[in-house]
């Protein structure tokens, strides 16, 4: 039987059908509705497979909800390669419309001027609660249709530094923080920079958008907000590993004419490695 990291991986390498034609597969994690960090990390990797430079830097929106019955068509156009700088742009079809696209950027490895900002101070991962033992100790908040959906088993092992119960929100500041890293190493033949970038990708939209619901006391799972990703961009800005203990420290700016903006910044053995910006839709129902 494959591991979690293994299904995680194989979900994530699109294949390749063409010259710039690649094929992603679907799970149904949430039920019918397609993930929106599975659209950055297979569009991430589909790019990656046309250059041997590594990423640091995609833009992307979220243009139709994508379905999870059928596969994802990644079309991919090499717009540039130059001597540093390589530069791609990806389009996800379904149903003969695109869902999504991306513009991703390649660099060469270099040397140069090194700074960055003091990394937050939180407790250690091992001092934390895993968010599977954390829904289990609300599972009697859950609505029981939504039940089997809300326990299934995440593809990332995650352990929040405040966790929250999205079924019985609180007005509550805008930094939010949770460790992650794979439950298992990743196999040696897909263990290249491109699946480590595509599975921090993958994870960077998981609770993302929540930040900017936080001081509004409303949640995406008691049913008073619709919310979604509008647009995601990420910056790669040194090599890590997802296997090893990540720290995702995220915080909102503003919520305006139902839209939030969140932002978030990875950080591993004290060096940041990833940044990340998202706007979201945080309507509120009637």
């Known amino acids: 039987m494959r ?24 799970t149904r994690l949430f039920g019918s509705h397609l993930v929106g960090g599975q659209l950055v990390a297979q569009a991430l990797i ?38 540093s700088f390589s530069t791609r742009q990806v389009h996800a079809w379904q149903n003969g419309h695109i869902i999504f696209s991306a513009m991703v950027s390649f660099a060469n490895i270099e040397e140069g001027l090194e700074n960055q900002i003091e990394p937050p101070l939180y407790p250690s991962p091992d ?5 599977q033992q954390l829904k289990q100790m609300i599972y009697e908040d859950v609505p029981e249709p939504a039940r089997a959906i809300f326990m299934r088993q995440f593809f990332i092992n995650i352990h929040p530094v405040q966790p929250f119960n999205p079924f019985k929100p609180i007005k509550l500041d805008t930094n939010y923080a949770e460790y992650f890293q794979t439950f298992e190493t990743i196999p040696t033949q897909q263990d290249t920079p491109m699946m480590h970038q595509a599975i921090a990708a993958y994870y960077s939209d998981y609770n993302l958008l929540t930040v900017s619901l936080r001081p509004h006391g409303v949640s995406y799972a008691n049913g008073g907000v619709r919310s979604a990703s509008l647009d995601h961009s990420i910056y790669f800005h040194t090599d890590f590993r997802v296997d090893e203990w990540l720290l995702y420290d995220m915080n909102a700016t503003v919520s305006s004419q139902s839209r939030g903006l969140n932002f978030g910044r990875m950080w591993q053995d004290g060096r940041l490695v990833c940044s990340v910006n998202q706007e979201s839709l945080m309507r509120l129902k009637q």
């Open 3 to 26: 591991s979690i990291t293994q299904k995680l991986v194989d979900l994530l390498d699109v294949q390749q059908l063409d010259d710039g034609l690649f094929q992603g597969q679907n």
């Open 46 to 83: 589909a790019a990656s497979k046309t250059t041997n430079r590594p990423a640091h830097s995609l833009h992307a929106y979220f243009i139709r909800s994508g379905r999870t019955d059928i596969p994802i068509l990644y079309k991919v156009e090499n717009l540039r390669d130059g001597k």
């Open 127 to 131: 001092e934390l609660i895993p968010e």
